[in-house]
């Protein structure tokens, strides 16, 4: 077109071609420049929404580690050591932005993208000749510092993808265009590029900021939950339906997986049972009491996501008497008096007395827990049985016999002492006849009714009452020092407890006149 000699109308079309192509090139630019702003645009507000989720993932993480504790806040550390350096390198391209906006005015809230075309900006801030100005060196020491903070937090190796990650993308080693020639980080990113291009570059590292942010604190908290998740946290522990078995009784119960947190007791409000929280562990405390099966039961709360959550807990266990002494007993000498309370004790060992009960003809309850009286009748022999209820609801019984024997003739006494005894005729007319039964079980009374005095050489002398009369006393005046006057045929009966069983004739006693 431009060649060899060209009418005027040639010339014309030539120049409006060329007035084409140049509105061509315009409207291009204008274009690419507005594709710039909406990718800023779509930046920012991508970055706006990872801070919103960033700052509630990490007071989740917060919250976790103040009721769990555990690993949750070693979690909660690096995070926060992570969102101090995003902050302060993301504050920093803050104002790299500013800068990359001077001389730019809004319209209407929003920015003019078709006139951001100049790179005079960050051209004349950044770049001198062949290499950077004062503010270039701080843009890449802000970009270095940036990542010596990041992985100074994240020295787990755990963490190695996210750094691997974060070093590709702020690499800030020379770059190698498409000729294959070396070219400064910044010259490559930034210099000549139209301001509105340098712009959505710099909304692009503060959302790559804000990601490897998420990405740490999501991989904290799903390492500590994990981790506190772990098999190697728990315990198996046994728990058995109740804490004693009778043999032959069918072991019941189950084996948990559980763990004992050291902190619970901060999350553990309402407590309430027999014993208190230690090291994430309630430890009962109590006494047993009665003889049989109880029932240890309470309530604990723990706080989650802010709200209480109650638990009921409830447990069995079986009390036995205390072996504070042996079960000793002569097997020929089960004797019960006939006539008489004899008391017994009946009992199982790890059945509770309420669960427990005897029968024997003549055999009642006598007030106390497992006691009773036995007063057996006619007969040699009775046969008490016992039966008691265990806890599974079956039943075992026992029996015992005791031989039935009635109440030893007692022994007479004179003035309340029996045997053979000396003293003045004066103390024998004086003294009552009465009868005793020497270690006997029970402390039985006995009254004299009736006894025969015996002086020697003088005929008997029959006496109803407990005292010599009148004719004994005659008879005693002649008898001599030396003789022995016995108290015999003694008859007595019973007051007080067992009266009206009928009593055996009191053995003799014996008084030397002196």
């Known amino acids: 077109m431009a060649g060899g000699k060209l009418t005027p109308r040639q010339k014309m079309i030539n120049l409006m071609y060329l007035v084409f192509i140049a509105m061509l090139a315009m409207n291009m630019s204008k274009e690419v420049l507005s594709a710039f702003g909406l990718m800023n645009e779509r930046f920012e507000g991508a970055t706006s929404s990872a801070n919103q989720t960033n700052e509630q993932m990490l007071k989740a993480l917060d919250d976790k580690a103040a009721e769990a504790k555990g690993d949750f806040i070693a979690a909660a550390a690096t995070a926060h050591k992570v969102e101090a350096a995003s902050k302060k390198f993301f504050d920093f391209i803050g104002t790299l932005k500013t800068e990359v906006l001077v001389g730019v005015e809004a319209e209407d809230g929003k920015l003019p993208y078709e006139a951001m075309d100049k790179a005079d900006n960050l051209d004349h801030s950044w770049f001198t000749g062949d290499g950077y100005t004062k503010r270039g060196n701080e843009v890449i020491a802000a970009v270095e510092a940036y990542k010596a903070d990041m992985k100074a937090a994240l020295n787990d190796k755990k963490y190695t993808p996210i750094l691997n990650e974060l070093n590709n993308k702020f690499n800030t080693e020379p770059v190698a265009n498409k000729e294959g020639v070396k070219i400064k980080f910044l010259d490559y990113h930034f210099k000549g590029f139209p301001a509105i291009a340098s712009l959505a570059k710099l909304s692009a590292w503060q959302n790559d900021v804000k990601k490897a942010e998420s990405d740490v604190i999501a991989s904290a908290l799903g390492k500590a939950a994990v981790s506190e998740a772990s098999y190697s946290k728990f315990q198996a522990i046994v728990a058995l339906d109740k804490n004693v078995y009778f043999q032959g009784e069918p072991v019941t119960g189950k084996v948990v997986l559980g763990k004992y947190d050291p902190n619970a007791g901060a999350n553990f409000g309402n407590f309430k049972g027999p014993g208190k929280l230690v090291n994430g562990q309630a430890i009962i405390s109590t006494t047993a009491g009665a003889v049989g099966e109880q029932t240890l039961s309470g309530s604990f709360s723990f706080t989650e996501n802010g709200k209480p959550i109650p638990l009921k807990f409830e447990g069995k266990y079986v009390v036995v008497p205390r072996p504070n002494s042996a079960n000793i007993s002569a097997d020929k000498m089960n004797v019960v008096y006939r006539g008489l309370p004899n008391p017994l004790t009946i009992s199982f060992a ?95 009374k006995f009254q004299v009714t009736q006894f025969v005095l015996k002086v020697p050489g003088q005929a008997s002398i029959v006496v109803n009452g407990d005292r010599v009369n009148a004719q004994c006393k005659a008879a005693l005046a002649k008898a001599k020092a030396g003789d022995q006057v016995t108290i015999s045929d003694v008859k007595t009966k019973i007051i007080g407890d067992g009266s009206g069983i009928q009593t055996k004739t009191a053995a003799p006693a014996i008084y030397e006149i002196q």
Do not use: C, H, W
Not at 367 to 384: F, I, M, S
């Open 350 to 444: 790890g059945i509770g007395d309420n669960n427990v009960s005897a029968s024997a003809p003549g055999l009642s309850p006598a007030g106390g827990k497992g006691k009773y009286n036995l007063n057996p009748g006619a007969g040699t022999e009775v046969t008490v049985t016992a039966t008691g209820k265990m806890t599974d609801g079956k039943t075992v019984s026992d029996r015992k016999v005791f031989r039935i024997k009635g109440i030893p003739a007692p022994q007479a006494a004179i003035g309340g002492k029996d045997g053979t005894q000396k003293g003045s005729k004066s103390r024998l007319e004086v003294s009552q006849i009465t009868a005793v039964l020497p270690d006997f079980l029970y402390d039985l």
